[in-house]
């Protein structure tokens, strides 16, 4: 097969597993972009809001007849979405999670509400706008202020306490305000078919993060987790024609007395999920069957325990 990713960045390690099986075609806005070694193919694209991008992308995608589209960076993913018949006419299976799963994602106010309103346990979480109407609201300290539309750690504040908090948002536009949880922090790598059922559960610990990513993680066979992320998933799919597809990483914290918190959910590979690959669940093969039609069988609990430790490479060109 021949997959197409965007935003190709650093992404080294997955290049490199999905090339295993696969031609991959990366793209990107930058030219001294290490991945771009490593790809089968690169081509320098706009930025995904200039207004030629996905007709440039369509273009590439015909060039180099794609049979799969796998975006990696958020801001893009609903300017994907709405051109996914586009592409699917010209032979190219967007992998992608349909769009109100997207909104749900990539707006942590309707993450939360998402929660909520399905009884997923998760973390108390405020509008700025709603504290700064009701400084009176009881709220549990440390906090953390985060973006709506966030990525990775960037414009994420911590706050002690309540005079800290109302110094703070002052200068605060479409944020929320959660309630800390202390505990262990785990992504969990989900893979889901062209159908929305969901293929593979992997838990990963996350030992060190740096900048928003992780650098040191180990998996664990946890089936609390794997069967808590399962549920959460369905409930994402429970209504007709509107399905997660391809992969999510969803976070969430076990607190000190052993109850599960999620916290957030993003319609994309993570960081860390090459030590999913390594574990035994070969991604590659699995998006070879699906767009081949084949039907999958779930591989759910099948991975091995391992630990990763990420260090700096470098590539040297002339």
């Known amino acids: 097969m021949r997959i197409l990713l965007t935003a190709i960045g650093k992404r080294v390690q997955l290049i490199k597993h999905l090339k295993k099986t696969n031609y991959i075609v990366g793209i990107d806005a930058g030219d001294l972009t290490p991945s771009k070694y490593f790809v089968d193919s690169f081509f320098q694209v706009p930025t995904y809001s200039d207004e030629d991008y996905v007709n440039i992308l369509l273009d590439i995608c015909i060039k180099e007849k794609v ?15 709405s051109y996914r018949d586009k592409f699917e006419k010209n032979g190219t299976t967007l992998l992608l999670s349909h769009k109100p799963i997207l ?6 106010w309707k993450t939360y509400l998402f929660f909520k309103e399905n ?19 009881n709220i549990s300290y440390p906090i953390v202020a985060k973006p709506r539309d966030g990525m990775g750690s960037r414009g994420i504040l911590y706050i002690g306490n ?3 908090l109302f110094n703070i948002i002052l200068n605060l536009d479409n944020y929320i305000i959660q309630e800390m949880v202390e505990g262990i922090e785990f992504t969990l790598d989900v893979l889901c078919d062209l159908d929305g059922e969901v293929i593979s559960i992997v838990p990963r610990q996350r ?3 740096r900048a928003g990513e992780v650098t040191k993680s180990k998996i664990v066979k946890d089936f609390r ?3 808590a992320t399962l549920d959460l998933v369905n409930k994402m799919n429970s209504k007709k024609d509107i399905k997660s597809i391809g992969p999510l990483n969803i976070q969430c914290i076990v607190n000190s007395v052993g109850d599960i918190k999620f916290i957030e959910i993003n319609p994309r590979f993570g960081g860390g999920v090459p030590l999913t690959f390594e574990s035994g669940v070969d991604y590659g093969k699995i998006l070879n069957e699906m767009i081949l039609g084949k039907k999958i069988q779930p591989i759910i609990g099948e991975f091995e ?12 060109i002339k």
Request: aromatic fraction near 8%; glycine fraction near 0%; charged fraction near 35%.
């Open 67 to 81: 049979d799969i589209l796998i975006p990696l960076y958020e801001k893009e993913f609903l300017i994907l979405d």
């Open 103 to 108: 909104e749900i994602c990539n707006d942590k």
């Open 119 to 137: 009884d997923i346990s998760t973390s108390k979480t405020y509008l700025v706008e709603e504290i700064k109407n009701n400084p009176s609201l």
């Open 162 to 164: 309540k005079e800290e």
């Open 207 to 209: 030992l060190e993060v």
């Open 225 to 227: 987790l794997i069967d």
């Open 305 to 316: 325990e391992l630990t990763m430790l990420r260090f700096d490479d470098a590539v040297f």
